[in-house]
């Protein structure tokens, strides 16, 4: 795990390395074993590709980048969990390596087989290629989202970099603050598709390669991989967890390779204690177990994780957290955002990574479970109704949302809150109205017409959770959280094979927004039922801050608050602004 950055500008340009230098002391917490960088002429262009490395395969000087192997330089923020098996197929094809790392094999992979290989890789990355025989720049980031990648088109620059504060850092100007990112953040607690909190600068998308030509700068963006594969829930096989069981124990085996200790993150709730059960007892694994304990409200939880580590027989660390530190760690975690993080959860998920030992560098998470299985509630309750006729009015719904959606955003705003009582629509309906409004995508709002069926809304369910829930808000957490303290998390659910397994299964046969299957094999590994059941960490905690004056955002013209969500969103964005823009407050 690492922090990126590169970028092509006219020759001559002033301060290129110290513009890096800043850019490097931003991101020092991303990769604080080695920091290099290599500077390339080409053609009217000065091109710098920049890296810090936080070691976890193959911890020898070898493996530090940029790396360079005949005419093309790469640097590389992530894992390649499978690139054994690649190494393997790359050897038998006359290939010789170097290192023994997962780099390089990436890299080859690069130069034999262009951008397809990303493919076909089982990982998590956010990279930048220099293929100096081509002229051309790639990036690409990783199917799932896991790891982040900023870039700007600008005036005849082009720059990216693993955090949105390097960025404007290595490129040298100030940037504003972006009103449409602002109020999306305000109202859904993320960002918007594509956008970041700065103008002008933009998010590469999972699964997205973008691909800079050095000799016109004309650069374009490809969708390489769809989120299934297709026909999608329309197979006669039945959802069986053993099948599940035996691919999620290659995942996580796969997640445990690394040259330095391996952790968990154990909240005592199900996805994460069935990692923990897997790898003790399908791969002998004793993980180092980490649980934060916040107040009287997560005793339940914290008695759970105990019960878990003492069955399975791992050590156990409690980090205890008291309420009337809520308001700290928050002022504290906002240096750690580069962009504003609405989850109220990620002060505490701060605290409890800064307390894993310094040697354990990588920890295991539960992360993506409840996408795989559509298990939050209010997914729950939307696919109880999938493929349940409506009346002819209730059609009307997602119709007249088609046409509103096309429109300016505050007509957007406006529908999403009166739909519910103007028109007669099921709650299935209700959630494709309210996608639609959210994203600005009037076909998402015709997928929620009764025409449609189950198997087609379910899978629309699964894109919008994939792609806004987890790659746009959860992840983000994960991996500020982690890297801050120089910590490579790892999540065994982000798995495509895993997820093309229950893609796969008749729609029927599945558990349908909850973990039944799960739970039952989790509590015959563990002998026991611990009464399993989603709650979240710091449920509702933004009742917490329900005291604190609200920040003055005025110059933004942001909408007020109607909600604890949205009161604790305006919080955190004024302080961010404070902290990180404090001129752009007036």
């Not at 980490?290 to 009287?296: E, N």
Request: glycine fraction near 8%; charged fraction near 25%; charge should be negative.
């Amino acid at each position: 795990m690492c922090g990126i950055a590169g970028i092509v500008e006219p020759r001559g340009r002033a301060g290129l390395e110290g513009r890096w230098e800043a850019a490097a002391a931003r991101m020092s917490h991303r990769g604080p074993d080695a920091t290099h960088y290599l500077i390339r002429e080409i053609g009217p262009n000065q091109i710098l590709l920049g890296h810090l490395r936080l070691a976890i395969v193959d911890l020898t000087p070898g493996s530090d980048q940029p790396m360079v192997r005949d005419r093309t330089d790469m640097v590389f923020n992530g894992e390649i969990y499978d690139f054994r098996h690649w190494r393997t197929k790359l050897e038998t094809q006359g290939q010789v390596f170097e290192t023994t790392g997962d780099s390089e094999v990436l890299l080859n992979a690069f130069r034999r087989q262009g951008s397809d290989c990303f493919q076909n890789f089982d990982g998590m990355w956010g990279l930048a290629i220099l293929d100096r025989g081509r002229n051309r720049l790639t990036l690409s980031r990783d199917f799932f989202g896991e790891k982040p990648i900023y870039y700007l088109n600008d005036e005849g620059r082009f720059a990216f970099a693993s955090d949105a504060i390097a960025l404007c850092r290595l490129d040298g100007t100030a940037r504003a603050l972006d009103p449409a990112f602002l109020r999306h953040f305000i109202l859904s607690g993320y960002a918007p598709p594509g956008c970041s909190v700065f103008e002008g600068i933009k998010r590469l998308e999972p699964r997205q390669t973008l691909t800079l030509d050095l000799d016109t700068m004309a650069l374009s963006v490809d969708d390489q991989t769809p989120l299934f594969h297709a026909p999608v829930f329309s197979a006669d096989a039945p959802f069986s967890m053993d099948q599940f069981h035996a691919l999620f124990v290659k995942a996580l085996e796969t997640r445990l390779l690394a040259d330095v200790p391996v952790g968990l993150m154990l909240s005592g709730g199900i996805d994460s204690s069935y990692v923990a059960a897997v790898a003790r007892q399908d791969l002998d694994k004793r993980l180092h177990c980490l649980t934060v304990r916040y107040g009287q409200g997560s005793d339940v939880e914290t008695d759970r994780a105990r019960h878990v580590t003492e069955t399975l027989g791992l050590p156990h660390h409690i980090v205890e957290v008291a309420e009337a530190e809520f308001e700290t760690l928050v002022e504290d975690a906002i240096p750690s955002m580069d962009e504003p993080i609405s989850d109220v959860a990620y002060p505490l998920l701060l605290r409890v990574v800064g307390a894993t030992p310094q040697e354990t560098r990588v920890l295991l998470t539960g992360d993506g479970a409840d996408e795989l299985f559509l298990s939050y509630a209010g997914y729950r309750k939307y696919l109880q109704h999938l493929g349940q006729p409506s009346g002819g009015m209730g059609r009307l719904g997602p119709l007249v949302a088609g046409t509103v959606c096309r429109g300016p955003e505050l007509l957007r705003r406006i529908w999403r809150r009166a739909a519910p009582s103007l028109l007669p629509m099921s709650a299935a309906e209700m959630l494709f109205v309210d996608i639609a409004l959210e994203s600005g995508d009037w076909k998402r709002a015709r997928l929620g017409d009764p025409g449609y069926n189950a198997e087609e809304q379910a899978t629309l369910l699964y894109e919008h959770a994939y792609t806004n829930s987890l790659a746009e808000y959860l992840l983000v957490k994960s991996d500020r959280a982690s890297m801050w303290h120089s910590k490579e998390f790892r999540t065994p659910y982000l798995n495509r094979t895993l997820l093309n397994y229950v893609g796969s299964c008749s729609f029927e046969s599945l558990p349908r927004g909850r973990k039944t299957p799960l739970v039952a094999r989790l509590n015959q590994m563990l002998g026991q039922d611990l009464g399993f059941s989603k709650r979240g960490m710091f449920a509702q905690g933004e009742r917490t801050f329900n005291h604190l004056a609200l920040p003055n955002l005025s110059p933004f013209d942001l909408p007020r608050p109607r909600s604890m969500q949205e009161r604790y969103r305006h919080l955190v964005l004024g302080r961010w602004i404070e902290h990180h823009c404090p001129g752009q407050l007036g």
